[in-house]
């Protein structure tokens, strides 16, 4: 009887081993651990996960009509939060949109692109518009202006909450603005002295005096860290 040869085993082993061989090929393309993707080529994530700003310290939320536009001056790492490791690397020149920034960071996404994706460094781009330094880093009054204010009862800006307090009383209302600081409402009262005059049929007349209470002024004061970072005074009939 003359033997059978055995040939499917050869091509069973033979299709596995060009499976394996296509399967690194692919993972390698894809970027696994067989080849580094040159992340300099790579887009920031747009309309995905959303950064987190809530582990970023001292962070400053712009509102819809604070947010801007940056350029990059350098090439700079984008991150989900600072501290982790680097999503990628945006390349000098790249126009990035700033909805959050503290002292080192900015919280920002693609221009052209809504919401904010990523965090980069500040020293990679170019400075900030004046208006944005000042609000995150508002002039305050020295401690010798402070306490001539007290002495005077003026609010000013770098004033702590106690120090306002004294001189506005307790706030009428508080709430938060789009930047998510505190903003306490106060309002100062005056009293005047008002004249009333009757007059009768005889020709005579009386005039006696009373007492009223006016609003002098409002107060709109917006407090970061407890300290006051703007003051915002209207007074009745000013137009």
Request: aromatic share 6%.
């Amino acid at each position: 009887m003359k033997e059978r040869k055995l040939g499917r085993p050869k091509l069973v082993l033979g299709a596995l081993f060009g499976a394996m061989i296509l399967c690194v090929n692919s993972h390698a393309e894809e970027g696994g651990a067989f080849k580094k993707l040159d992340l300099t080529k790579q887009k920031a994530p747009q309309g995905k996960a959303q950064a987190s700003q809530e582990a970023v310290p001292g962070v400053l939320r712009l509102g819809p009509s604070q947010i801007f536009e940056l350029k990059l001056t350098n090439a700079a790492d984008y991150y989900q939060a600072p501290g982790q490791k680097s999503q990628g690397t945006l390349p000098p020149g790249t126009i990035v949109k700033v909805y959050a920034l503290n002292d080192q960071w900015l919280g920002a996404g693609m221009a052209g692109f809504a919401g904010m994706n990523f965090w980069i460094e500040r020293a990679n781009c170019e400075p900030l518009p004046e208006k944005t330094q000042q609000l995150l880093h508002p002039a305050v009054a020295s401690e010798a202006e402070i306490q001539l204010a007290l002495k005077e009862k003026i609010p000013v800006v770098g004033m702590n909450r106690q120090q306002l307090i004294k001189v506005l009383g307790n706030p009428k209302q508080k709430t938060s603005d789009e930047n998510h600081d505190e903003v306490l409402i106060f309002e100062k009262w005056k009293t005047v002295v008002m004249e009333s005059t009757q007059k009768y049929t005889d020709g005579t007349a009386q005039t006696s005096q009373f007492t009223q209470r006016q609003a002098a002024a409002a107060y709109r004061v917006t407090m970061r860290n407890d300290i006051v970072i703007r003051i915002e005074k209207s007074t009745p009939g000013a137009s």
